[in-house]
T-cell receptor
């Protein structure tokens, strides 16, 4: 079974508008972390934001916020005030305490910001 | 934030040759580094976990004799693709975890910029 699901292979958003990228996860572990990375066409993976399973407040980093709904096992990324430079692939990832140190990545969502 | 470098950033080689890719953590010590492979328009797939001073742990389906990993120091891990073939052409990315945050599930991995390997 897929551990990380990103149901939107591609998304379009108008510049300056907000956009939500979906991510659902599957784990039986009580302690885990959820991450979002941005991958522009250059290929590098840029860390955006993370959320620990025990964090009570949703994580925020500048224009990025993580809408963490533990009961639903979802960790959606919200980008406010989209910019043209936000066009990229976005990957949701999870790290479970009981399964070592490595990440499991979702299939990704390609975001295109329209001028 | 922490910086991870990779060298080379791209390499083209003939079939049958070996290629070495270096991954360095520049401003922190990394007891654990990870090697991923990414085919076009696909997600990252973990190949192996590299632990300083010990043998790497390979994911199922990854040939350890073909993808040699050495983690000789706390700041350097190398991936050698031996006897490369065209099907090994891919984007290889390493990542490293800051030792100072060991044990926290939400501690971050920092990724290198990747190495694009093309085998002719």
């Amino acid at each position: 079974a897929q551990k990380i699901t990103q149901t939107q292979p591609g998304m379009f958003v108008q510049e300056k508008e907000a956009v939500t990228l979906d991510c659902t996860y599957d784990t039986s572990d009580q302690s885990y972390g959820l991450f979002w990375y941005k991958q522009p066409s250059s290929g590098e993976m840029i860390f955006l934001i993370c959320q620990g399973s025990y964090d009570e407040q949703n994580a925020t980093e500048g224009r990025y916020s993580l809408n963490f709904q533990k009961a639903r096992k979802s960790a959606n990324l919200v980008i406010s005030a989209s910019q043209l430079g936000d066009s990229a692939m976005y990957f949701c990832a999870m790290r479970e305490r009981n399964y070592g140190q490595n990440f499991v990545f979702g299939p990704g969502t390609r975001l295109s910001v329209l001028p | 934030g922490a910086v991870v470098s990779q060298h080379p950033s791209w390499v083209i080689c003939k079939s049958g040759t070996s290629v070495k890719i270096e991954c360095r953590s520049l401003d922190f010590q990394a007891t654990t580094m990870f090697w991923y492979r990414q085919f076009p328009k696909q997600s990252l797939m973990l190949m192996a976990t590299s632990n300083e001073g010990s043998k790497a742990t390979y994911e199922q389906g990854v040939e350890k004799d073909k993808f040699l990993i050495n983690h000789a120091s706390l700041t350097l891990s190398t991936l050698t693709v031996t006897s490369a073939h065209p099907e090994d052409s891919s984007f290889y990315i390493c990542s490293a975890r800051d030792q100072g945050l060991a044990g926290l599930p939400a501690d971050t991995q920092y990724f290198g910029p990747g190495t694009r390997l093309t085998v002719l």
